[in-house]
C-alpha cells in the first residue's frame, strides 16, 4: 500500500464512495494509478484518512443515507478542483436474515444507504455532471441482482442491488444527452476483510461459495477495479450497462 504514486497526468477528477478498504479503496487506487485525482469518501474516518494518505489522495467523511451531507460534499468537490468528472458508488452495507426475520429497521437501513444513498450520490454529483454536459458515473451492484443468494440470504441487499443496476438503466436513458454515461459493475464473490473473516468463522460456507463460481476461485479486489476503470475512463460508447465480473456465475 505504501507504493510511490504516479505523477498526475490525467485532468479528471474522481470520487469514491465507501473507499477506506476492500474493493473501494482498490478502485481509488487503481484510479490513481492512472493519474486521475481522487476524492475517497467513507464514514471511518481512521480507514479513510489512511487510504487517502496511501493514495495521494483527498478524503472527505460522508455518510451516503445522509442526503444533506451527500450533496454538500458534491459542492466541495466541485469548489477545490473546478469539476468532477467521474462518482463510483461503492458506499453499501449488507446484511444476513431470513425473509421472515427482516425487520422494518433493517429493511429501511439496507435500502437507505446502498439504493436511496447511491441515487442521492447520482443526483448531486450528477447535477454537476449534467451543468458541465460531461461525466461517468459507476455504480456497484452484484450477482446478487440477479440470483437469488444462497446459502446465506439477504433480501433487502438483493433488492438494492437490483435497483442500483436499474438506476443506472434509467439515468443512462435520461442523460445521455446531456453527455454523462451511468454504468453499473456487478461483482461476484470477492476477497475482502469482511470475506476472509467468513472465511475463518464458516470454512464450509466458504467451500460452497467457492463451488459456486466456474472458476473455482474467489476475485479479487482489484480485478473488480480494473473493471470499474475501464468503465468510467474508457468506455467511451457504453452507458446503461451493467458489467458482470463473477468468474463465470451467472453463466452457468
Request: aromatic letters at 4%.
Given at each position: ?39 475517497l469518501t467513507d464514514r471511518n474516518a ?104 444462497n446459502p446465506e440470504y439477504h433480501v ?73 476503470v475501464f468503465v468510467a475512463l474508457d ?18
Open positions: 500500500m505504501s507504493e510511490p504514486q504516479p505523477q498526475r497526468s490525467d485532468r479528471r477528477v474522481a470520487v469514491v464512495t465507501g473507499a477506506g478498504q476492500g474493493i473501494g479503496y482498490a478502485i481509488a487506487a487503481a484510479l490513481a494509478a492512472r493519474g486521475v485525482q481522487v476524492v481512521g480507514t479513510g484518512e489512511a487510504a487517502a494518505k496511501e493514495l495521494g489522495g483527498v478524503f472527505l467523511p460522508l455518510d451516503v443515507a445522509d442526503p444533506a451531507a451527500v450533496a454538500a460534499t458534491a459542492d466541495e468537490v466541485v469548489r477545490r478542483f473546478g469539476q468532477v468528472d467521474v462518482l463510483v458508488n461503492n458506499a453499501g452495507i449488507a446484511h444476513e436474515n431470513d425473509a421472515l426475520e427482516v425487520t422494518d429497521e433493517i429493511w429501511n437501513r439496507v435500502l437507505a444507504v446502498d439504493l436511496t444513498g447511491t441515487f442521492v450520490a447520482c443526483r448531486e454529483f450528477g447535477r454537476h455532471m449534467v451543468g458541465r454536459r460531461s461525466g461517468s458515473i459507476v455504480n456497484i451492484s452484484s450477482i446478487a441482482a440477479f440470483i437469488g443468494s433487502a441487499y438483493d433488492v438494492a442491488k437490483a435497483g442500483v443496476s436499474q438506476l443506472a438503466r434509467s439515468l443512462a436513458v435520461e442523460w445521455a444527452r446531456h453527455g454523462v454515461r451511468v454504468n453499473a459493475v456487478a461483482p461476484g464473490r470477492t476477497r475482502t476483510p469482511i470475506l476472509d473473516t467468513v472465511g475463518m468463522d464458516d470454512p464450509e460456507r466458504m467451500t460452497q461459495w467457492i463451488g459456486q463460481i466456474p472458476m473455482g476461485r474467489l476475485l479479487e479486489a482489484d480485478e473488480i477495479a480494473a473493471a470499474v468506455g467511451s460508447a457504453m452507458t446503461g450497462q451493467t458489467l458482470l465480473v463473477d468468474g463465470g456465475q451467472i453463466a452457468q
